[in-house]
């Protein structure tokens, strides 16, 4: 599958655009639109700086990364809503969490699992602590993935 629109505004919405380097919420040098590697996959480090095109550049590339991990984590028959929140939580969390967690076991059993919805919820923390924003950020993306409609 690719990555619809809604994923694509949802992850640019909640990751918010910088151009200049900053640490995220989990203490990792960041720009662009959340992203932890340039295109030539050298680290982003303190004190550096992209412009706009560079970070969009950088997404797009960035998200290609996450919408194979989630074509290769997802055994079951998702929807479009659905894969899009989940390249959206994997974006955020990285392939190698999102591929130990309840929240893949529970989609590959049975993607309608009502419980689904809490399993995004115990993503909401960094460094041990409870982060508005990625509260936030999950309610929206279980939201999405029991959305029935595509805009």
């Known amino acids: 599958m690719e990555l619809g ?4 505004n949802l ?3 909640f990751e918010g655009c910088k151009l200049n380097s900053y640490k995220c919420s ?18 982003v480090k303190e004190n550096q700086s992209i412009n706009q095109d560079q970070a969009e550049n950088l997404y797009k590339k960035t998200l290609l990364s ?6 290769k984590l997802v055994k079951s028959k998702i929807n479009q ?5 989940l390249v ?11 591929g130990k967690s309840s929240l893949i076991k529970k989609v590959n059993i049975n993607p309608n699992d009502p419980t689904i919805s809490e399993s995004f919820s115990l993503w909401n923390k960094a460094g041990g602590k409870v982060i508005r924003g990625l509260t ?3 309610a929206s993306e279980a939201k999405l993935y029991f959305k029935d409609e595509i805009v």
Do not use: E
Request: proline share 0%; charged share 10%.
């Open 26 to 43: 989990a203490g990792v040098w960041t720009i662009g639109y959340g992203s932890t590697y340039y295109l030539d996959n050298t680290m």
């Open 66 to 71: 996450y919408v194979n991990c989630v074509n």
């Open 5 to 8: 629109n809604n994923g694509f």
């Open 11 to 13: 992850i640019k919405q």
């Open 81 to 85: 809503n659905q894969f899009d929140s």
């Open 88 to 98: 959206s939580i994997c974006y955020n969390i990285g392939c190698g969490n999102l």
């Open 136 to 138: 936030t950020r999950r």
